[in-house]
């Protein structure tokens, strides 16, 4: 069965630079997720979109944002890169209105700033 | 900030050996999720429980929603090495667009 693709895996950026992490739902899942994930911590919860539309916004900063285009894939754009970005970027996917069912991650895009 | 709690936050062991984690909010999750993580990979869920009280097993996990919506735990029976990874448990409120609230995490090691 299809997953939800991250890309890319891997990114290491320089301080001040700008990332985009992009996200491919599962197909026919109408919503997605981004979380972010420090070193040794828990997943924490940045934004999402419903049909193209933000639905719920967490802890994301303002250099960060977000949309999703028509075919439901997902962009994270993230602007002047601190040390402290560096992180697991996942992105998960479902299906409005089957609540958790069918609520799948990622496997996520490792950022390193330097 | 954070909103669950989750206990231990590391258990070291023996191949065979039962595991028992536990998570507590303040707040009242309709939904209860249990889910694992490997080294790089993204959490994959386990167990999903929906009612109060509920005790819902899979394989060799069992996991228990609380009377009060604010606690649950997880056991993990007859425990073997592909069993390490870190163990989380999450919340979803009633009504919410799908936003997971995760607990800190529980980071399990199996020695064979």
């Known amino acids: 069965a299809a997953g939800v693709i991250q890309s890319p895996r891997h990114l290491i950026k320089e301080k001040r630079e700008t990332a985009t992490l992009k996200c491919y739902p599962i197909p026919r899942h109408d919503t997605v997720y981004w979380y972010q994930q420090g070193p040794g911590q828990d997943p924490q919860f940045l934004i999402s979109?419903?049909?193209?539309?933000?639905?719920d916004k967490g802890s994301i900063p303002d250099r960060f944002s977000a949309q999703q285009f028509s075919d439901y894939h997902s962009e994270l754009n993230m602007s002047s890169l601190e040390l402290g970005d560096s992180a697991l970027y996942f992105c998960a996917s479902s299906l409005a209105g089957q609540g958790i069912k069918g609520y799948t991650f990622g496997s996520g895009t490792r950022l390193t700033v330097v | 900030g954070q909103q669950l709690n989750q206990s231990p936050q590391s258990m070291f062991i023996q191949e065979g050996e039962d595991v028992s984690m536990n998570c507590t909010s303040s707040?009242?999750?309709?939904?209860w999720l249990w889910y694992k993580q490997d080294p790089g990979e993204g959490p994959v869920l386990l167990i999903a429980l929906y009612k109060a009280g509920e005790l819902t097993s899979n394989g060799r996990l069992t996991a228990q929603f609380g009377i009060t919506r604010k606690d649950s735990f997880l056991n993990i029976s007859a425990s073997i090495p592909s069993d390490v990874g870190i163990y989380f448990c999450a919340g979803l409120y009633s009504g919410n667009t799908g936003k997971l609230i995760f607990g800190q995490g529980t980071t399990l090691q199996v020695k064979p």
């Open positions: 707040s009242i999750f309709n939904t």
């Open positions: 979109f419903y049909e193209k539309m933000q639905s």
